[in-house]
């Protein structure tokens, strides 16, 4: 079994930030990639960073620029520094890892608002 926690959502202002984190536990062989989602009401889950094994990141466009993904392999961690918060940025979001011969895991989802 695999777990996946994450932390770092609350209530923000517009233009501020916040940092996103998650730690995966279990058995864990191999890593492929690690990303972060988001899905806010009425909308489908999107896409918002990606990092693969090599260290190729990827952005959904309206946050690059704003938003960076990293890791920590040794600790299995993933994060995500979310700069110039815009109420557009309103989600629940999610971390997702990708691993050798155990599928795709996601964590439980963490809230994040943007709003003055």
């Known amino acids: 079994q695999v777990q996946l926690v994450e932390s770092g959502g609350g209530l923000v202002q517009p233009g501020g930030s916040l940092r996103l984190s998650c730690a995966a536990s279990?058995?864990?062989?191999?890593?492929?990639?690690m990303g972060w989602y988001r899905q806010s009401p009425g909308k489908q889950r999107e896409l918002v960073a990606a990092?693969?094994?090599?260290?190729?990141?990827n952005y959904e466009e309206s946050v690059k620029g704003r938003f960076t993904i990293s890791r920590d392999i040794a600790k299995n961690t993933v994060s995500l520094l979310m700069n110039s918060l815009k109420p557009e940025d309103t989600a629940v979001y999610y971390c997702?890892?990708?691993?050798?011969?155990?599928?795709?895991?996601w964590g439980q989802g963490t809230q994040v608002t943007v709003s003055s």
């Open positions: 997702n890892f990708q691993l050798q011969y155990r599928g795709s895991w």
């Open positions: 279990g058995t864990i062989f191999s890593i492929n990639a």
């Open positions: 990092i693969t094994r090599d260290g190729t990141t």
